[in-house]
C-alpha cells in the first residue's frame, strides 16, 4: 500500500504533453508533442502495467473470492460485508491503528518542528546536528525493529539495565505486554522520523518567513512566544498541513515495525490493520478479503484526508491567497 503523494513532476509533465497533442492547432506543435509522448512511453507503460493496472485488479479482486490456487468466484460485496460484521479482528485493529495515529501524528509534528526550529537558528556547527538529527530516518525500518528489540529486552536489553541501575524500574515489558508495545513503537517511531523528512519541511518552511515580518514584530514589542504564534505559525502553517496529512497518511499504514518486532502481539496488542491486510491476503491466501480491507484504509485514508483539506480553510494561510486569519 502506498502512500497516497500529490502527483509527481513527471506525471504532470506527461498530462501536459497529452494535452498538447489533443488541443495542438498546427502540425507542427502536434508533431513535437507526440515526440514528447514517445519519449515518456516507457514511463506511461510502466504506469500502466505496474501502477493502475493493479490498483484496478485489486478492486475487481475485493468483489471476488480468490485464493490464487482457483479462479476468482464473483461474491459481489460479500468482502465489505464480512469485514463489517463478522470480521472479529477488523474494528480491534482499526481501533489500534487510529490509537497509533492519533498519538503519533501531534507529537512527530511538533517534535519535528521543535528541532528544525533548534537547527534555524544559525548556530555553528548547524550542518553537523542537522546531519545527527537525520541519519536514524535513514535506517531501513526491518533493521530499525530488529535493533530495538534487542535494546528493549526485557531482561537483558541495554535500555532495561540502565533503567533498572538508574531508577530502580526492572524488566519493563516494552513490547512484550499488550499494554506498553503501541507506547513502544510511538517511541521508537518518534526517535527514527523526528528528525527525517517532515524536520527537513519545517526548517524549509521556517527559512521562508520573511525577516522583515519578525522585525516588524519585534519592533512593536512582541515576545518571543508572541512572534511565533502570530507570526511564525500562520506563515508555516501550508508547510505544517503538508506534514499533517503525510504523517496521517504514514501513521495509518504502519507495518513494518509490528510485523518483525511481535508479528501482531502480544494477545493481538499490535495487531495494526495494515498487518491484518498483510496477513489476509499473503499469509492466509484470502487475496479478495484482503484487497477488500485495502480498498477500506484507502477510503478511510481518502475521507481524512478531504475532511483535513475542508478545515484547513480555516487555519492556513496561502501568501497571495485564500486561508485562515
Given at each position: 500500500?502506498?502512500?497516497?503523494?500529490?502527483?509527481?513532476?513527471?506525471?504532470?509533465?506527461?498530462?501536459?504533453?497529452?494535452?498538447?497533442?489533443?488541443?495542438?492547432?498546427?502540425?507542427?506543435?502536434?508533431?513535437?508533442?507526440?515526440?514528447?509522448?514517445?519519449?515518456?512511453?516507457?514511463?506511461?507503460?510502466?504506469?500502466?502495467?505496474?501502477?493502475?493496472g493493479?490498483?484496478?485488479?485489486?478492486?475487481?479482486?475485493?468483489?471476488?473470492?480468490?485464493?490464487?490456487?482457483?479462479?476468482?468466484?464473483?461474491?459481489?460485496?460479500?468482502?465489505?460485508?464480512?469485514?463489517?460484521?463478522?470480521?472479529?479482528?477488523?474494528?480491534?485493529?482499526?481501533?489500534?491503528?487510529?490509537?497509533?495515529?492519533?498519538?503519533?501524528?501531534?507529537?512527530?509534528?511538533?517534535?519535528?518542528?521543535?528541532?528544525?526550529?533548534?537547527?534555524n537558528?544559525g548556530?555553528?556547527?548547524?550542518?553537523?546536528?542537522?546531519?545527527?538529527?537525520?541519519?536514524?530516518?535513514?535506517?531501513?525500518?526491518?533493521?530499525l525493529?530488529?535493533?530495538?528489540?534487542?535494546?528493549?529486552?526485557?531482561?537483558?536489553?541495554?535500555?532495561?539495565?540502565?533503567?533498572?541501575?538508574?531508577?530502580?524500574?526492572?524488566?519493563?515489558?516494552?513490547?512484550?505486554?499488550?499494554?506498553?508495545?503501541?507506547?513502544?513503537?510511538?517511541?521508537?517511531?518518534?526517535?527514527?522520523?523526528?528528525?527525517?523528512?517532515?524536520?527537513?519541511?519545517?526548517?524549509?518552511?521556517?527559512?521562508?518567513?520573511?525577516?522583515?515580518?519578525?522585525?516588524?514584530?519585534?519592533?512593536?514589542?512582541?515576545?518571543?512566544?508572541?512572534?511565533?504564534?502570530?507570526?511564525?505559525?500562520?506563515?508555516?502553517?501550508?508547510?505544517i498541513?503538508?506534514?499533517?496529512?503525510?504523517?496521517?497518511?504514514?501513521?495509518?499504514?504502519?507495518?513494518?515495525?509490528?510485523?518483525?518486532?511481535?508479528?501482531?502481539?502480544?494477545?493481538?496488542?499490535?495487531?495494526?490493520?495494515?498487518?491484518?491486510?498483510?496477513?489476509?491476503?499473503f499469509?492466509?491466501?484470502?487475496?479478495?478479503?484482503?484487497?477488500?480491507?485495502?480498498?477500506?484504509?484507502?477510503?478511510?485514508?481518502?475521507?481524512?484526508?478531504?475532511?483535513?483539506?475542508?478545515f484547513?480553510?480555516?487555519?492556513?494561510?496561502?501568501?497571495?491567497?485564500?486561508?485562515?486569519?
Open positions: 500500500m502506498d502512500r497516497a503523494l500529490p502527483a509527481s513532476p513527471s506525471s504532470a509533465r506527461s498530462i501536459g504533453l497529452i494535452a498538447r497533442v489533443v488541443g495542438a492547432n498546427s502540425r507542427q506543435e502536434r508533431r513535437n508533442a507526440l515526440w514528447g509522448i514517445l519519449f515518456i512511453s516507457p514511463w506511461l507503460l510502466g504506469l500502466l502495467f505496474f501502477v493502475a493493479p490498483i484496478l485488479a485489486s478492486l475487481y479482486l475485493s468483489l471476488t473470492e480468490y485464493d490464487i490456487l482457483s479462479p476468482p468466484k464473483w461474491v459481489g460485496l460479500a468482502q465489505y460485508q464480512k469485514a463489517f460484521t463478522s470480521d472479529p479482528l477488523f474494528w480491534p485493529s482499526l481501533g489500534r491503528t487510529f490509537y497509533y495515529a492519533v498519538v503519533m501524528v501531534p507529537l512527530g509534528l511538533m517534535g519535528s518542528l521543535f528541532l528544525a526550529i533548534l537547527l537558528q548556530l555553528r556547527g548547524t550542518s553537523v546536528y542537522r546531519t545527527l538529527f537525520f541519519l536514524p530516518s535513514l535506517t531501513p525500518s526491518v533493521a525493529s530488529v535493533i530495538w528489540i534487542w535494546l528493549l529486552q526485557p531482561k537483558l536489553g541495554p535500555i532495561n539495565v540502565g533503567l533498572c541501575g538508574a531508577i530502580g524500574v526492572c524488566d519493563f515489558p516494552w513490547f512484550t505486554d499488550s499494554s506498553t508495545v503501541i507506547p513502544s513503537f510511538i517511541l521508537l517511531a518518534l526517535w527514527a522520523t523526528m528528525g527525517g523528512g517532515a524536520m527537513i519541511i519545517f526548517l524549509a518552511g521556517l527559512q521562508g518567513v520573511p525577516r522583515e515580518l519578525e522585525e516588524a514584530a519585534r519592533v512593536d514589542g512582541a515576545g518571543w512566544w508572541t512572534k511565533f504564534r502570530h507570526v511564525v505559525i500562520p506563515m508555516i502553517s501550508p508547510t498541513f503538508f506534514n499533517l496529512i503525510l504523517g496521517i497518511i504514514g501513521a495509518l499504514q504502519v507495518f513494518a515495525v509490528a510485523f518483525v518486532a511481535t508479528e501482531g502481539g502480544p494477545n493481538y496488542g499490535s495487531w495494526f490493520y495494515a498487518l491484518d491486510v498483510y496477513n489476509e491476503a499469509k492466509y491466501l484470502r487475496m479478495g478479503y484482503g484487497a477488500a480491507l485495502a480498498w477500506i484504509l484507502l477510503v478511510i485514508v481518502l475521507l481524512i484526508t478531504l475532511a483535513n483539506f475542508v484547513s480553510r480555516r487555519w492556513v494561510f496561502y501568501q497571495g491567497g485564500s486561508g485562515g486569519s
